[in-house]
């Protein structure tokens, strides 16, 4: 599996394979990169502070690339278009942009706000997982190549 196509390019198509390996990888990544910064260079990740939420932005900015690349990619199996990704990337950077400036993001003191982009962001996943996830790609070559799974369709009789 060559992970540099799946975490930097935007053409082609992968199915839903990769596209799971690929994601639990770069969340397992995420995860333990933020946490550990969050840990290390601030000794809590349970008192959301100024600094913890810089760290945590960061990184939430510096993995929306590779995220976003793989999304694209499976988007195009499904034949929809890229921006399609769009409508949870733009959700959960503002989340990020309000947990930053401490408008959200206080685990022990939720906000409206905190709810309403939760529960944005939670429906929207809801939709891609299935979508992208657990929906088969389209079968046979499509406007952004061809079948990942090199299935030829069978013509009508």
């Given at each position: 599996?060559?992970?540099?196509?799946?975490?930097?390019?935007f053409e082609?198509?992968i199915?839903?394979?990769?596209?799971?390996?690929?994601?639990?990888?770069?969340v397992?990544?995420m995860?333990?990169?933020?946490?550990?910064?969050?840990?290390?260079?601030?000794?809590?990740?349970?008192?959301?502070?100024?600094?913890?939420?810089?760290?945590?932005?960061v990184?939430?900015?510096?993995?929306?690339?590779?995220?976003t690349?793989?999304?694209v990619?499976?988007?195009h199996?499904?034949?929809?278009?890229?921006?399609?990704?769009?409508?949870?990337?733009?959700?959960m950077?503002?989340k990020?942009?309000?947990?930053l400036?401490?408008m959200?993001?206080?685990?022990?003191?939720?906000?409206?706000?905190?709810?309403?982009?939760n529960?944005?962001?939670?429906?929207?996943?809801?939709?891609?997982?299935v979508?992208?996830g657990?929906?088969?790609?389209?079968?046979?070559p499509?406007q952004?190549?061809?079948?990942?799974?090199?299935?030829?369709?069978v013509?009508?009789?």
């Amino acid at each position: 599996m060559d992970f540099g196509y799946l975490y930097t390019s935007f053409e082609g198509r992968i199915s839903r394979k990769p596209y799971w390996i690929g994601l639990i990888v770069l969340v397992i990544i995420m995860m333990v990169i933020i946490f550990g910064a969050s840990f290390l260079l601030i000794g809590s990740i349970v008192e959301p502070t100024f600094q913890t939420r810089l760290v945590t932005f960061v990184l939430q900015l510096l993995f929306l690339y590779p995220s976003t690349a793989l999304m694209v990619k499976r988007l195009h199996d499904r034949n929809r278009p890229s921006y399609w990704a769009a409508f949870i990337l733009v959700p959960m950077v503002l989340k990020s942009l309000t947990d930053l400036m401490g408008m959200t993001g206080d685990p022990l003191n939720q906000n409206a706000l905190d709810y309403l982009l939760n529960i944005i962001i939670f429906v929207v996943s809801i939709w891609f997982f299935v979508e992208l996830g657990c929906l088969r790609g389209t079968v046979g070559p499509n406007q952004y190549g061809p079948d990942p799974l090199g299935a030829i369709p069978v013509p009508a009789r």
